[in-house]
């Protein structure tokens, strides 16, 4: 069984149909990209997935549990963690606060104290300015914050949308082997980007999507090779 | 001679500052619910100040047809207000979460002359003569030249805790800083694991609580009470919020108290018909000057 299975998922904004039927699934310990153009669907599908937006029909399944008609909060404490397109750090408050929040649902202090080790080992970054405002930290750092603070949730999955946008050539090379490290500890990962080459390069598999459908899905290397893709998403 | 009279007229000016610095801490407990609410709901809570006359009357009652002693009095003023707040969010304004501001306010204006009438059915219009909370004894100074009441010393010592507790409460506990992440981002926020409808109801119902303690002094200072009570001392709350900065809690004691002064100084001096005019004055100079308020943080509206 999948750990993460959406079925049908649709999605509207008003009377505009954004999501229009898309089916996908993430098994435990995968890396899946969803690919897709500016305006595809690809943040209202994770919004969707993470409980954000109400879905207007299809359903996800996360571990077995039907999560569609779930609050977003409620599937953070199922071990499911988000970072939004656009970082979204809590910018009047310190790095540490926003780790703290990261860690909200989360009871055992001691445990908790050892996460954050572990994601300043990740971020030393972090470490250096955790009393600084987030809202004073750089693009890189901000997406480095807003990944830290998914991982004090300690997720069984983590979604990602876009972390590498408007981040310098160095830093998306850092973010990508953030996220291979991130998925190597045994967290499974589902990856949104424009990015195709790279999130492609990372994924085991990956699903295409164009204007609210899902058009191609298969296991990153066929995709790689595929003719479309390379015209559409890789500039080839 | 005119040194007497130069003494006297500085120790009068003494007395005026001290019982404008006791009103303005009014101020600053009713100023703090507007704050709070605006800064996580982002909406202006205009029944605010009607939840004070109804702290009011819930402490009038307490003492009066129920002969508690002052201090449980205040209590059930309290605990009536807070869940007065938590009911008007749940019942009026969480079904417009997504509605537009407009209807927000329009709905607030609607739930105030709810209160009022409500009020005016249960208890009459008559002005109710209201016994003070306080007793402790008036202290004088300076050869009595300066006396400082009960009520002013009592009214100061409690905007002091309230702010440092409140402070407290935000900045070391987890509801507290899930308060601040909501102000700022209610997605991001969920994303946490925060629950936002749940973070805004504590909002409604600490800043209610504390009407309920505005409405116990406010009434102990100005002994009438009616179902109008709350309506002049909320609108001047509310522009003692705008003029320290609408959402922040600091800038809720400085309006506060500043609004308090600027008020009382310009009865004695001026004219108490035109105290009023005076502070609606300041506030739009301020805003004018400044217009996210003393220490308002620019408004930057994320889509
Ligand atoms: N809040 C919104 N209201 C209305 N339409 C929206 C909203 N957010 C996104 N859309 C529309 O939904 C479609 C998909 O958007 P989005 O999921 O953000 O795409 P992507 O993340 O792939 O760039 C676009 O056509 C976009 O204009
Ligand atoms: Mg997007």
Redesign the interface.
Known sequence: MAMLEVKDLEVTYGVIKAIKGVSFEVNEGEVISLIGANGAGKTTILHAV???LGKAGGTVTYEGQDITAY???KI??LGM??V?EGR??????SVL?NL???A??RKDKKELEDTLQTVYKRFPRLEERKNQMAGTLSGGEQQMLAMG??LM?HPKLILMDEPSMGLSPILVEEIFSIIRDISASGTTVLLVEQNAKKALAIADRAYVLETGNIILSGSAEELINDESVKKAYLGE | MTRIAGREKVMSFLNYLISGLSLGSVYAIIALGYTMVYGIAKMLNFAHGDVIMVGGFAVYMSMNALGLNPILAVIVSIIVCTVLGIVIEKVAYKPLRKATPLAVLITAIGVSYFLQNLALLIFGSDAKLFTSVVNIKAISLANGQITITGETIVTIVVCIIIMVVLSLFIKKT?AG??M??VS??K??????????NKTISLTFAIGSGLAGIAGALLCSAYPTLTPYTGSMPGIKAFVAAVFGGIGSIPGALIGGLLLGVIENLSKAYISSQMADAIVFSVLIIVLLVKPTGLLG?KISEKV
């Open positions: 993470s409980g954000l609050p977003a909060h953070v404490e963690a988000h939004p979204r750090v809590f910018a009047q408050l606060e703290k929040l990261g909200y649902t603070r998914a949730s | 987890k800083q899930a601040l992440a700022e981002d997605e991001a926020a969920e994303l946490m694991g925060i629950n936002v943080k």
